[in-house]
């Protein structure tokens, strides 16, 4: 069974920063693209940033340089640090792994919830 652990959000104030953490288990983790998404109320789920099982890395433009998304094969762990945090990236943050053999799988977790207010 598939399972993946967010942690790490909180209450933080405009400006500071947080490190969410994803475990993951039940899954080939060093050979699956690992993802940040994030939800707001009444918004649709976007994406924030994914990493590939080679470590090639894409962010959303509104990430501009503030977030850094990195996995850590040895712990089945991959981590968004999150920098210079503003008001409108209030969401729950939710991990995604994708794993592709014959078929692709596509799991999430249950997220974490980032809040960032003054």
């Known amino acids: 069974q598939v399972q993946l652990v967010e942690s790490g959000g909180g209450l933080v104030q405009p400006g500071g920063s947080l490190r969410p953490s994803c475990a993951a288990s039940?899954?080939?983790?060093?050979?699956?693209?690992m993802g940040w998404y994030r939800q707001a109320p009444g918004n649709q789920r976007e994406l924030v940033a994914i990493i590939s099982s080679g470590g090639t890395t894409n962010y959303a433009d509104f990430v501009q340089g503030r977030f850094t998304i990195s996995r850590d094969n040895a712990k089945n762990t991959v981590y968004l640090q999150m920098n210079s945090l503003k008001t409108e990236d209030t969401a729950v943050y939710l991990c995604n792994a994708v794993r592709r053999t014959v078929v692709i799988r596509t799991y999430w977790g249950q997220g974490t919830q980032v809040t960032v207010s003054s």
């Open positions: 039940g899954i080939l983790f060093s050979a699956s693209d």
